[in-house]
């Protein structure tokens, strides 16, 4: 499967921003999709994983409650939306597939195994 990210751009603290990662080459439905983010001179981390039943969702401490993640298999597309932004998630956002069991949740970044090519998010103060 080949994941495309797009959506990021420069905004201001406290705004929102919507990333989506379409993909294609086979349907997203076999995969749990994930969001994971690198900054300037850090490991990636991750941000947030659905589960191939669309119904479970995890998040990293840092954007609980502020972003969601979201799929819709029919689009072959999976999105992030991104509420209430601050400084510190500036970073280049990756979209990521990864084989697992229909409500699996992976936070392991070695469970995915399909990388998009990043999308840079900066965020004002």
């Known amino acids: 499967v080949q994941l495309q990210a797009s959506g990021g751009g420069l905004v201001q603290a406290g705004q929102s921003l919507r990333l989506w990662c379409s993909a294609s080459g086979r349907t997203i439905t076999n995969y749990a999709m994930a969001w994971f983010r690198q900054a300037p001179g850090k490991e990636r981390e991750f941000v947030a994983t659905i589960s191939r039943s669309s119904d479970r969702t995890v998040y990293a401490d840092a954007v609980k409650g502020r972003f969601t993640v979201v799929r819709d298999n029919t689009k072959n597309t999976a999105y992030l939306h991104m509420d209430n932004r601050k400084p510190e998630d500036t970073a280049v956002y990756y979209c990521?597939?990864?084989?697992?069991?229909?409500?699996?949740?992976?936070?392991?970044?070695?469970?995915?195994?399909?990388w998009g090519q990043g999308t840079l998010v900066t965020v004002s103060s």
């Open positions: 990521a597939a990864g084989r697992a069991d229909w409500y699996a949740v992976p936070r392991d970044i070695n469970g995915y195994h399909y």
